[in-house]
């Protein structure tokens, strides 16, 4: 076979939304669709469903013998075992072995890895990132996740699941995690869910305070409609992003200290707020590091869209193996 005919499936499961592609060896996305997440309480109903929007496009470029694979990004998604285990933000609870499903399922093999990884890797073959050997990814959506790359390798651990930052603890004791229960990590402050239950937090403390976002119900507020206030000068909209930035630049600054990247990428749909979120996040992340690590890391956007740079890196894990730090 050719190596012109050959494709491969790249598909993203976020917390909201599922996109998925079909990629061919140059990197270009052929055709994308998306489905729900959440909309099925097995995930064998999800393949299903999964499986009837992806299988005329499969048939479109000449059928599943010209495919070399599938490649899946998803949120606790295990590179060595193929399963998805214990996702906090997934219905499907415990470990689910989707790598295993989806091959039985499509007749074509499966591979997996965490979604952020995937954003990583999506970066590293096709983003900014190409000429960069030492970044960090950091994803902004319905949660916060992170692709760890040093010396031009994800890094996975020993048991697959490194890199979980937005897991980590930036305030101890702080706001509740519904989905982990526990307290204060950064994705319960800089994610899109986050940035909603800061916007609820300052409306409750400052009943006397005038603001558009009283405009909208509790189930209306999004991170969205904060965006939308803000950039009409609304000053509780415009303090939700200064203190999401100031929460992610702290962040930022710590993981900094750790691995000294020579870039940070930001990604995802929280980073549609440009520099209301940039300008404080780069501000606090620069007063919170040493000397040493001053003004050295770029802090940037994803160059790639929103959608593609997690198909791109999820369907090149079936083109080759990708370098790993275990």
């Known amino acids: 076979m050719s190596a012109q005919k050959e494709y491969a499936v790249g598909i993203d499961i976020g917390g909201t939304t599922t996109k998925f592609g079909i990629v061919d060896r140059k990197g270009n996305i052929l055709a994308q669709d998306r489905i729900p997440s959440n909309a099925h309480e097995v995930v064998e109903d999800f393949i299903d469903d999964l499986h009837a929007k992806l299988l005329p496009m499969i048939d479109k470029v000449g059928g599943t013998e010209n495919f070399i694979g599938i490649g899946m990004g998803a949120p606790n998604g295990n590179f060595y075992s193929g399963t998805i285990e214990y996702a906090p933000n997934l219905k499907w609870k415990g470990i689910i072995p989707i790598a295993d499903l989806m091959t039985k399922k499509f007749g074509l093999t499966t591979k997996l890895t965490n979604d952020a990884n995937a954003a990583a890797m999506g970066e590293m073959i096709y983003g900014c990132t190409k000429t960069i050997k030492h970044f960090i990814t950091i994803t902004l959506g319905t949660g916060v996740g992170s692709g760890i790359v040093i ?71 999004t991170s969205e409609t904060v965006y939308e206030c803000a950039m009409q000068g609304d000053n509780i909209a415009n303090r939700i992003f200064e203190f999401t930035g100031q929460i992610l630049g702290e962040s930022l600054a710590n993981f900094i200290m750790f691995s000294s990247p020579e870039a940070i990428v930001l990604f995802g749909g929280l980073t549609k707020a440009g520099e209301l979120l940039m300008k404080p996040t780069r501000r606090y992340m620069e007063a919170n590091l040493l000397p040493i690590f001053q003004n050295k890391v770029k802090l940037i956007f994803s160059e790639l869209k929103e959608a593609d740079a997690a198909i791109l890196g999820a369907s090149a894990l079936v083109w080759d193996i990708p370098p790993v730090i275990r």
């Open 151 to 221: 010396d031009g390798k994800i890094v996975l651990g020993h048991d697959g699941f490194a890199g979980e930052l937005g897991h980590t603890i930036i305030r101890p004791g702080g706001r509740l995690h519904k989905s982990t229960h526990m307290r204060g990590s950064l994705e319960a402050y800089a994610s899109a869910t986050g940035v909603r239950e800061t916007a609820i937090e300052l409306l409750t403390e400052h009943p006397e305070e005038e603001s558009l976002l009283r405009n909208y119900s509790i189930n209306e507020l």
